[in-house]
């Protein structure tokens, strides 16, 4: 897997949950967002409160996963550690 900041060729996009995380007072549902771009699949942190009430808005984190396949980047993501989960979500807000 390759980690890149540009997303200037990324087309259409679906979400998976791979977890929750407690972070800044609140739960948080984790996906991951993927997109088959020109040259194989990309990926990104989705952050979503995962309360009715709210409160915090959804983060999102840049296209920087990069893969051959969506599952690669997904199996690559469900892999990262609560805390590491947790680091990017605090570096989005």
Known sequence: M???LLDSDVVGGRATTIGRISA???RWRVQVETVHATEGWR???VFRPDSPAGGE???YGPY???GQSRIEI???AYQLPEQRLRELLFSLG
């Open 2 to 4: 390759h980690f890149e």
């Open 57 to 59: 808005p959804t983060r």
């Open 74 to 76: 997904l199996h690559a």
């Open 64 to 66: 920087a996963l990069r």
């Open 43 to 45: 990926g990104r942190l």
């Open 24 to 26: 800044i007072g609140n």
